[in-house]
Nanobody, 114 residues
Framework: QVQLVESGGGLVQPGGSLRLSCAAS????????LAWYRQAPGKQRELVAT???????YYADSVKGRFTISRDNARNTVDLQMNNLKPGDTAVYYC????????WGRGTQVTVSS
């Protein structure tokens, strides 16, 4: 399975921005679906955004208009640009390749707090 490593998390004030990046150990060109999930304390892991091979994207209603997912097949990365962050966005963010039973990174913490 492909190895995934997330980076870019941190502490940010409400209204701020962060850019998460997920680096894959192999060529992602052949991986049809790439996604970001998040898991807040005491809650189930939830899908945040998905990008498929043709470039089509999907966003959870809670992040639509604020987050943007993108994939770079040349750099083997999938990024998540997060703008206008809210305290409710606080969670560990995970990169996923394939499907829910596919490859996962270890996560990166995002904390939105004043």
């Amino acid at each position: 399975q492909v190895q995934l490593v997330e980076s870019g998390g941190g502490l940010v004030q409400p209204g701020g921005s962060l850019r998460l990046s997920c680096a894959a150990s192999t060529n992602i060109f052949s991986i049809y679906r790439l996604a970001w999930y998040r898991q807040a304390p005491g809650k189930q892991r939830e899908l945040v955004a998905t990008v498929i091979g043709g470039g089509n994207t999907y966003y959870a209603d809670s992040v639509k208009g604020r987050f943007t997912i993108s994939r770079d097949n040349a750099r083997n990365t999938v990024d998540l640009q997060m703008n206008n962050l809210k305290p409710g966005d606080t969670a560990v963010y995970y990169c996923n390749a394939g499907d829910y039973n596919g490859s996962w990174g270890r996560g990166t913490q995002v904390t939105v707090s004043s």
